[in-house]
C-alpha cells in the first residue's frame, strides 16, 4: 500500500488542472504521464521519449466508453486531463527556436511530429469510436479541449517547413482530416468560424492558445506560431473576421515591423487579408486604418523587391477604406490623399533605381496607381514623363517585364490626362519610335513573342498620342516612311497612318 500510495504522489503533483484528477485508473496514468512530458527533470535524455511510448499503450488498451465515463463532474476532470496531454504533446514536438534549429537541425523534431500525429490519430480514432457508439454520447464533452490543441499541431507540422519531413506532413494532414471529419466539418473554414449560424466555431479558441506565443517577448520562441497564425488567419474571410480584430490586429502588426525581411513579408500578407476582409468602418474605427497605413508606408523605404510588392498590393486595396474618410466640396481643389503620397515616393525611388528586379517591382504596380487617381494623375506628370521616358530606354531581359508595364502606364496616362499630352509630343514621340527601332533591330536577346508585344504596346501609344495631338503624330511619321528601309519599323507607322486616317479632327 504505500508503494502505491508514493506512485499516487506524483500524479497529483504532475497534475496541472485544480482540484483533484479523475480518480480513475485511467485518469491517474494519464495524470502520471502529463507530469513525466511537462516536469523539468524530464526534459533531458530520455524521459519524455519513454512517457510518449507509455501513453501510446494507454490509448491503445482504453476503450472509448472508459475516457467518456463517470458524472459531469469527473468526466469534465478526464476531457481537461485529455487536452493538457494534448498541449504537452504539442510543446514537445515543438520546433526550438530559430538559432537552436540551424545549429541542431530539425529532423528529430519531423521524428517527434510524426509520432505525435500517430498518437492524435489513436485517439481521434477512439473519439470517432465514441461518436459512432450510442454507449458514449458525451464523446463531445471529451473533444472540447482537444480541438483546439491538435488543430495547432496539425497545422504546425503539415505545411512545408524545416522542421517538417514528407512523413511527418502526412502524418500531420491526417490528423487534420480526422479532426475536420470527427467535429464534422467540411472545411478549415468551417472548423473556425463554423459550419452555420448557431455553431460558434473554433477561431477564438485557437486564437487563445496561440496568444501567449505571439506576444512581443515570446513570439520568436517557437517559429511554427507566425505561419500557425498566419495560414488559420488566412482561412476565415468575410463575415467571420470583423468580431476577431482585436485579436488579430496587433500579432500582424508585431509580425510586420520585425527586422527580417521574411517576417515582414508574412506580417503584409496578414493585415493584406485583414484590409481585405474586415468592413471599411471597423477599419476607420479607432483610426486602425491610418496604423495600418502608417505600418505599411514605412516598409517602401527597404531595398527588398518582393517587400515592396507584397506592401504596395496591400496600400492599393488600402486606398479606397482611407478615402472613405475624405469629404471632397466641389470648387476647391481636391485635397492630396494617401495614394498621391505613396505614388509621390514611388517616382522618387523610381528615376534614380537601377536594380533590375526592384524595378520590374515599381513598374509592375505603377498602371494600378495611374487608374486609382485617374485624371489626378496630372499632379505627377512631369515626374511621369521623365520615368516613363527613362524606362523606355533600358533593356529588361528577355521578359522585358518593365517596359511593357511602362508602355501600359502611358497608355492610361494618355486617356486619362489627354488635355496635357499635347504638349509632350515630341519628346514621347522620340521615345517611342527609339523603342521601336531598338527592338526591330535586336537580334537575338529577346524572344520573338515578347518582340511583338513591345511593338503592339508601342504601336497603341503611337495611335493614342496621335488621337491626344489631332493627328499631329501622323503628319510627323509620314516623313520617316521616306527613310526608314526596316520592315517591322515601317508596319507600325502604316498602322499609325491607317488609324489616323479612319478618324476624323477638328483642327479649328
Known amino acids: 500500500m504505500e508503494q502505491d500510495s508514493s506512485r499516487e504522489k506524483p500524479s497529483r503533483e504532475g497534475a496541472s488542472l485544480p482540484g483533484d484528477p479523475p480518480s480513475s485508473t485511467l485518469g491517474q496514468s494519464l495524470s502520471q504521464v502529463l507530469h513525466r512530458l511537462t516536469c523539468e527533470e524530464s526534459r533531458r535524455g530520455k524521459a519524455r521519449s519513454a512517457a510518449i511510448q507509455d501513453l501510446d499503450a ?75 457508439s450510442l454507449l458514449c454520447p458525451t464523446w463531445k464533452i471529451g473533444l472540447r479541449p482537444l480541438a483546439g490543441p491538435i488543430y495547432v499541431f496539425a497545422v504546425t507540422h503539415s505545411l512545408e517547413q524545416p522542421w517538417t519531413s514528407p512523413r511527418s506532413r502526412d502524418v500531420a494532414g491526417e490528423v487534420l482530416a480526422l479532426l475536420l471529419r470527427v467535429t464534422q466539418c467540411g472545411s478549415v473554414a468551417g472548423f473556425l468560424h463554423g459550419e452555420n449560424e448557431d455553431e460558434k466555431g473554433r477561431f477564438t479558441l485557437i486564437m487563445e492558445l496561440l496568444k501567449p506565443d505571439l506576444n512581443k517577448e515570446s513570439w520568436k520562441n517557437n517559429p511554427a506560431t507566425k ?46 487579408h ?39 498590393l496591400c496600400l492599393l486595396d488600402l486606398f479606397p477604406v482611407l478615402e472613405k474618410g475624405l469629404h471632397w466640396k466641389g470648387g476647391a481643389a481636391r485635397p492630396s490623399t494617401h495614394c498621391d503620397e505613396v505614388l509621390r515616393l514611388i517616382l522618387t525611388h523610381m528615376e534614380p533605381e537601377h536594380r533590375l528586379l526592384l524595378r520590374r517591382t515599381y513598374a509592375r504596380n505603377l498602371p494600378a496607381f495611374v487608374k486609382r487617381l485617374g485624371i489626378l494623375t496630372v ?85 493614342l498620342l ?15 516612311l521616306q527613310s526608314c528601309e526596316d520592315s517591322k519599323v515601317v508596319n507600325c507607322i502604316r498602322k499609325v497612318q491607317q488609324v489616323s486616317e479612319g478618324a476624323s479632327y477638328d483642327r479649328n
Open 379 to 463: 499632379r505627377h506628370l512631369k515626374r511621369l514623363e521623365r520615368v516613363i521616358i527613362s524606362y523606355l530606354e533600358v533593356y529588361d531581359g528577355p521578359e522585358e517585364e518593365a517596359r511593357l508595364k511602362i508602355l501600359e502606364t502611358l497608355k492610361l496616362l494618355m486617356q486619362y490626362a489627354w488635355p496635357r499630352i499635347s504638349c509632350r509630343l515630341v519628346v514621347l514621340l522620340k521615345a517611342l519610335l527609339k523603342l521601336i527601332c531598338d527592338v526591330a533591330r535586336d537580334p537575338n536577346l529577346t524572344p520573338e513573342p515578347v518582340k511583338n508585344a513591345l511593338l503592339e504596346e508601342a504601336t497603341d501609344c503611337l495611335i
Open 58 to 132: 494507454l490509448i491503445e488498451a482504453a476503450e472509448c466508453d472508459q475516457l467518456f465515463e463517470g458524472s459531469d463532474t469527473s468526466l469534465r476532470g478526464m476531457s481537461e486531463m485529455l487536452g493538457q496531454v494534448a498541449k504537452a504533446l504539442g510543446k514537445y514536438a515543438a520546433p526550438p527556436k530559430e538559432q537552436e534549429g540551424r545549429a541542431q537541425g530539425y529532423s528529430e523534431v519531423a521524428e517527434k511530429g510524426a509520432a505525435v500525429g500517430i498518437l492524435f490519430l489513436k485517439l481521434m480514432g477512439k473519439i470517432e469510436a465514441a461518436k459512432n
Open 227 to 272: 505561419h500557425v497564425f498566419s495560414w488559420t488567419l488566412q482561412q476565415v474571410t468575410r463575415p467571420w473576421l470583423n468580431q476577431h480584430l482585436e485579436r488579430i490586429l496587433p500579432p500582424s502588426l508585431l509580425i510586420s515591423d520585425d527586422y527580417q525581411t521574411e517576417n515582414k513579408i508574412l506580417g503584409v500578407y496578414c493585415l493584406h
Open 274 to 312: 485583414i484590409v481585405l476582409n474586415v468592413p471599411a468602418a471597423d477599419l476607420l474605427q479607432y483610426n486602425r486604418a491610418q496604423v495600418l497605413y502608417h505600418a505599411l508606408f514605412s516598409h517602401l523605404y527597404t531595398p527588398e523587391y518582393n517587400l515592396i510588392q507584397a506592401v504596395l
Open 466 to 480: 496621335d488621337h491626344c495631338s489631332q493627328g499631329q503624330v501622323k503628319d510627323l511619321l509620314a516623313k520617316i
